[in-house]
Nanobody, 122 residues
């Protein structure tokens, strides 16, 4: 079992920055690939970013490339999402998730955080 607890988020003006954190607990938490997803009101949940357990590879959704950075600290069992140049369309509930399988399909993720609201005002 892996438990994921998110922190960060909030309200920011367009062009600003925020960082989300996701702390994982569980004996094998560091062996999981980690991803971030988001869901805006009235929309389906979409892939934002993912990182392999080894930190060798990272992946990003097209809408956040060049603006968001995913990283992880395996010693702390924590994954981060640094978000810069935020836009109103980034407003959503953001979720971290853990998987041992392919990273890009949210259906492969076994464990999910509680979600945190990010609101970007224009």
């Amino acid at each position: 079992q892996v438990q994921l607890v998110q922190s960060g988020g909030g309200l920011v003006q367009a062009g600003g920055s925020l960082e989300l954190s996701c702390a994982a607990s569980g004996r094998t938490a560091s062996n999981y690939h980690m991803g971030w997803f988001r869901q805006a009101p009235g929309k389906e949940r979409e892939f934002v970013a993912a990182i392999t357990w080894s930190r060798v590879s990272t992946f990003y959704g097209d809408s956040v490339k060049g603006r968001f950075t995913i990283s992880r600290d395996n010693a702390k069992n924590t994954v981060y999402l640094q978000m810069t140049s935020l836009k109103p369309e980034d407003t959503a509930v953001y979720y971290c998730a853990a998987t041992r399988g392919p990273l890009l399909n949210q259906g492969n993720y076994d464990y999910w955080g509680q979600g945190t609201q990010v609101t970007v005002s224009s």
